[in-house]
């Protein structure tokens, strides 16, 4: 099946030939698709930079990298400079990594498949991406591998000019971008020292900011327990304060995750607000301790959606818009690595702090029972808390299970809307399955816990719960309930004689899953077209005859007995129609067009019988 | 306690949720609501949502039903309803109708031409007509006019209406397995395996199809590669029963126990399967695997759903493989008689 096209939004191109790409225009797709936002410039620049001080690091161990980033100038004078002392370009690096484009996102495929990058950035494309805040870009740079020092000069549309520099300067890379007039808020001071911050948080070397003659180390309190993320058990405050100002809410809780390689890890913080379940997970990620996205969806397991994480990484790939990871078996690895960490933090608060969980699964039911239909384990360890909702009303699971009844529960919650008043009048215990998750979680109960019953109802099993009518009382009805039968036929529906409450419920209508299906195709069929009516015609027969649905006659009350035991061919067939169609509309049910005429006649009829007893009783007088 | 919801309540809880049974669900009661309370906008929004959800989490019958009522309603006030969006999921239904074999072939016919008048009416492309037809051939097993349609649909303009490049790419995909042709399968497999093009269901259902094609042609390293990164991408998915069928038939031959994996995790999605081809086709499947395990680890006890209705011993596989090989054939013989030929059955030749 394929989906409405303007509904997708992600479509793929092929195309197998070389063709000339305009330079312009590629940055106008990189600003509106690659990248979520034109502020990204700054996250490739500190990449790129990493990169380069990374490279140098392997150079020479023991080397202390920086990275500084200057803001001079006013209006249209305003100019930012980045500079790193890492490991800089030759003449030869330049024209590969800039001449080419995308050239260095091949090198980086490449590296993957030889098992090991070091590199984070696609140098190329990723200066490419200043030209959405700067009309040129102009880079300074000097190889710790020796050589002359080089200046490259960009402009958008794709020209460049590359010149060797006369003073030779000290290795490392300077990137100037002068910012065009409407991106001058993201060359405000206070906005690049919170950008810079946001992503080098963790970087492992000072990145500092000059601006108006002040100095300022921007990652300097970068906390020692993230990278041992253990540690952060005994600093709760500390931790939680730290999440607040890098991820911007207020946390009350928070999971350290690990990984046994160590290359993977990171603290999930519990969200302090219930989530819906298609909300965007967002998880803040580093690779290479440099901020690679903020909204990485693919790094936890699925059901993992109550906790935004901070997490590390130097072993994943990221994909082009590097916002996701390659879907590959790295990734499922660290997935469920993370995965288990979590599992194991909720693990410990269930054995030991439950009081914790409870306010967690409170908060976060939903991803608690998505966690908990995966894995028995889990649902074990923590299914008295999960809340469900049942004739006894929105009640923790423990607390319905504590009677030692069986647990009924319906699938859907139309189908517990049916029959919960009439249930609960019986005093059956029935759960509403019909939320998410919650009738796969009835079904798979007594394989998780010892001595609990539960049993799928379907509305037409709530009968088992009336009263049988004994056969020689039964007997009695015999006629009448001919009568009703031949009444019922033409709605494919036949009446039963019970015994239930409440005693002023004449009569109930239920439905087996064949029976509402048809009465859904019969439905359908009045309304749609000649030609859908009779493929839908067609199908109906194909659906077994047991597709009839049960009036259940209640012999408690006073009218159903009156009905029973005067049986008249021409009155009880009327009644039993009206009875069948106040069930109906006691039941909620779409009626269809035989039904509403049955209704309309039927009311026409009681009326004129009405008004004439009257008459006929004054004639008397 | 809150039981009764309103439309609103319905329709926000039902969009909170991903594809599945539960979403249906809401869906379905949001559009009784609409309907007992006269809310005819309402009742077709919901049924536009079903429509949808129905399709892409395996329930036709419930897609069918709704559309049905959606396209009355439209026609007798087509001002007051987008014909784009109804058009659309008119796609949807006409390809999945032939699974039901209690709709004749005259009617499957008729219903193609209710649907290319609909769409010239609204001037949209030919060629979803012609692509339609083509995807209907094949089900019916006229190979031959499917050829005709084929040619017939590539040379003519895409629209807006048509379907993505990666869905029709994987319908002449099934066309050359049909006809038997597996190197062409392969070529035409190659931009959608390449990643060069794909969608919502592609290629989920690519990468299971290829198996068998690939295994007849003796590349078992590039089809297990397939197998393992497919199944992971359908696991657990109530709308790719038929491509679990073929993960067993192609595991069956080459790796039976990870098949009986296969088996064990979904058969509960395939028994109450409303589309009856695929779960015909997870039956047969399983029947073949099963016989394959009995001969490799007698005395095996299948893992059934607690509900799975069937009451010999789990513990005797050919007894078992019989049960699930007799459902199948009997299923086949149904759509042999509706298309009045052997296409069916033929598929199911070594059940």
């Known amino acids: 099946m394929c989906l409405d096209q303007r509904k997708v939004s992600e479509m793929t191109a092929s195309n197998e030939y070389r063709f000339q790409v305009n330079l312009s225009g590629m940055i106008q797709i990189l600003s509106n698709h690659l990248y979520s936002s034109p502020k990204v410039f700054l996250r490739e620049l500190m990449q790129n930079a990493t990169d380069a001080i990374t490279a140098r690091t392997e150079a020479e161990p023991g080397f202390q990298g920086e990275v500084r980033v200057e803001l001079t100038g006013t209006g249209e004078q305003l100019t930012m400079m980045v500079e790193d002392n890492g490991i800089g370009l030759t003449e030869a ?459 259940y006659l209640n012999i408690n009350n006073p009218i159903i007995q009156r009905v029973l035991t005067s049986p008249d061919v021409q009155m009880t067939p009327i009644a039993i129609e009206m009875l069948y169609v106040n069930a109906l509309m006691m039941g909620h049910y779409a009626m269809n067009r035989q039904e509403l005429e049955v209704l309309n006649q039927g009311i026409i009829r009681f009326i004129d019988w009405g008004l004439r007893a009257n008459t006929d009783r004054k004639g008397d007088a | 306690m809150k039981t009764e919801m309103d439309f609103e309540d319905l329709m926000d809880e039902a969009y909170g949720l991903p594809n599945g049974t539960a979403k249906l669900g809401m869906l379905e009661e949001a559009a009784r609501v609409a309907d007992v309370n006269g809310m005819e906008e309402e009742a077709y929004e919901a049924r536009s949502e079903i429509v949808e959800t129905a399709t892409f989490c395996g329930y036709p019958m419930k897609a069918l039903i709704a559309f049905s009522w959606q396209l009355g309603k439209f026609d007798q006030q087509p001002e007051r309803y987008d014909e784009e969006t109804l058009m659309w999921s008119y796609k949807w239904i006409l390809g999945e109708l032939s699974s039901f074999p209690e709709v004749s072939r005259d009617k499957m016919m008729e219903l193609l031409e209710d649907f290319g008048r609909r769409f010239k009416s609204f001037g949209y492309s030919e060629r979803s007509y012609w692509y339609y037809r083509f995807r209907i051939s094949m089900d019916l097993g006229d190979l031959e006019e499917a050829g005709t349609s084929y040619t017939k649909f590539r040379s003519m303009d895409r629209d807006f209406m048509s379907d993505c490049e990666a869905c029709e790419q994987d319908e002449i995909m099934r066309y050359w397995i049909l006809v038997g042709e597996d190197e062409k399968v392969l070529e035409a497999a190659k931009p959608i395996l390449k990643g060069r093009m794909s969608c919502a269901e592609i290629p989920h259902l690519t990468l299971s199809e290829i198996l068998m094609p690939l295994y007849r042609l003796g590349k078992i390293n590039e089809a297990d590669k397939h197998q393992a990164k497919g199944y992971r991408m359908i696991k657990g998915h109530n709308d790719f029963v038929q491509s679990f069928a073929e993960q067993m038939d192609y595991l069956a031959r080459t790796n039976p126990a990870k098949g009986i994996d296969v088996l064990e995790e979904n058969i509960v999605l395939a028994m109450d399967h409303e589309d009856p081809f695929a779960k015909m086709m997870f039956y047969a499947r399983a029947a073949q695997l099963l016989r394959r395990w009995a001969d490799e680890s007698p005395g095996y006890r299948l893992r059934l759903p607690a509900s799975f209705p069937y009451e010999g011993d789990p513990g005797d596989l050919p007894k078992l493989a019989d049960y699930f090989a007799a459902y199948a054939k009997a299923a086949a013989d149904k759509y042999d008689q509706r298309n009045g030929n052997q296409h069916v059955s033929s598929m199911l030749s070594e059940v």
């Open chain 1, 93 to 551: 690096d330049i024209h590969e990594f800039l001449a080419m484009i995308g050239q260095s996102s091949k090198r980086g495929q490449q590296a993957l498949l030889d098992g090991e990058t070091s590199f984070i950035g696609r140098f190329g494309i990723g200066l490419l991406s200043c030209f959405m805040v700067s009309h040129e870009i102009v880079m300074l740079t000097q190889s710790a591998k020796g050589g002359p020092s080089m200046e490259w000069r960009g402009k958008p549309d794709g020209t460049y000019t590359i010149r060797q520099l006369e003073t030779q300067l000290s290795p490392g890379t300077k990137v100037y971008l002068r910012c065009t007039p409407d991106a001058a808020h993201y060359f405000e001071p206070e906005y690049v020292k919170e950008a810079l911050f946001y992503y080098g948080a963790l970087l492992p070397y000072p990145v500092i900011l000059h601006s108006d003659g002040v100095q300022h180390n921007v990652n300097s309190e970068s906390p020692f327990w993230l990278m041992e993320p253990e540690l952060a058990r005994g600093r709760r405050a500390e931790v939680l304060a730290f999440g607040e100002r890098l991820l911007g809410e207020k946390f009350q809780d928070f999971i350290p995750l690990t990984t046994a390689s160590g290359r993977t890890g990171g603290i999930a913080f519990v969200l302090p607000h219930a989530v819906n379940l298609n909300a965007k997970r967002s998880h803040r990620v580093y690779l290479k301790r440099m901020l690679i996205s903020e909204k990485a969806e693919n790094i936890l397991p699925e059901w993992a959606f109550f906790v935004k994480c901070l997490i590390w990484t130097d072993e994943l790939q990221p994909t082009a818009s590097r916002e996701h990871f390659y879907e590959n078996e790295k990734l499922e690895e660290v997935r469920s690595e993370l995965g288990d960490a979590l599992r194991k933090g909720l693990a410990d608060m269930a054995e030991s702090q439950t009081e914790r969980l409870q306010k967690l699964i409170r908060l976060h039911a939903l991803s608690m029972k998505a966690l908990a239909v995966q894995d028995q384990e889990f649902y074990a360890m923590i299914h008295r808390w999960l809340p469900f909702e049942s004739t006894r009303g929105h009640r923790e699971l423990g607390e319905l299970m504590s009677e030692g009844e069986t647990l009924y529960f319906t699938t859907t919650v139309d189908e517990y809307r049916q029959i919960h008043h009439v249930a609960s009048a019986q005093s059956m215990l029935v759960i509403n399955g019909g939320y998410i998750y919650d009738s796969d979680l009835m079904a798979m109960l007594p394989q998780v816990v010892q001595h609990v019953q539960t049993q799928r109802l379907q509305p037409d099993e709530v009968s088992m719960s009336f009263t049988d009518v004994p056969p020689a009382e039964r007997n009695q009805y015999y006629d009448a309930l001919r009568l009703a039968d031949s009444a019922l036929q033409r709605f494919r529906c036949r009446a039963e004689v019970k015994g239930f409450k409440p005693a002023d419920l004449p009569v109930l209508f239920t439905l087996s899953q064949e029976s509402s299906t048809l009465r859904a195709l019969e439905k359908a069929s009045e309304e749609s077209t000649e030609l859908f009516s009779s493929v839908l015609g067609s199908l109906s027969s194909g659906i077994s005859s047991a597709g009839y649905s049960a009036l």
